[in-house]
């Protein structure tokens, strides 16, 4: 993509996240994932609507979300898909903390009928580096989850 204002700069890549908003060395399947960038700017577009399904589990949820996601945890999926109010043909879009969780969550949901289901590649936290910089990073270890200063 060219920026428009020749006299303008595109922002600095930030540290550990390439040119598409990925994970350096993330290998990225087109087919099963879309990068935070392009779902953020779907989700402002507005047009269609995108639901933005984060399967994080409730404490992750807790320590921080995308505003307007519905929580909806990785063991309940195959459970409670039927509570997700989706339209045909609605994009929907899955987020965990770094993309693994998603992608069994999107495959879940293809095979339970939501056809146009994608997992965010890099989740929240590529969401957190490379399209929102105001939803806080964080990380998990054995304490707990907690957020990067």
Not at 17 to 30: D, S
Not at 42 to 62: F, I, N, S
């Amino acid at each position: 993509m060219t920026n428009p204002d020749p006299t303008t700069k595109p922002p600095a890549p930030r540290p550990g996240i390439n040119a598409e908003g990925l994970p350096a060395n993330y290998v990225f399947r087109p087919e099963f994932e879309v990068t935070a960038r392009a779902t953020k700017a779907a989700l402002d577009r507005g047009t269609p609507p995108v639901l933005l399904v984060d399967v994080r589990t409730r404490e992750e949820w807790d320590l921080v979300h995308v505003e307007g996601a519905v929580h909806l945890p990785l063991d309940q999926v195959e459970r409670r898909w039927t509570e997700l109010d989706v339209e045909p043909d609605q994009p929907v879009c899955v987020i965990c903390h770094h993309g693994v969780r998603s992608l069994k969550a999107t495959l879940a949901l293809r095979q339970l009928g939501i056809a146009n289901a994608m997992s965010v590649a890099g989740g929240i936290d590529a969401w957190s580096l490379a399209a929102d910089p105001t939803v806080p990073r964080y990380e998990r270890g054995p304490a707990g989850s907690r957020l990067i200063p």
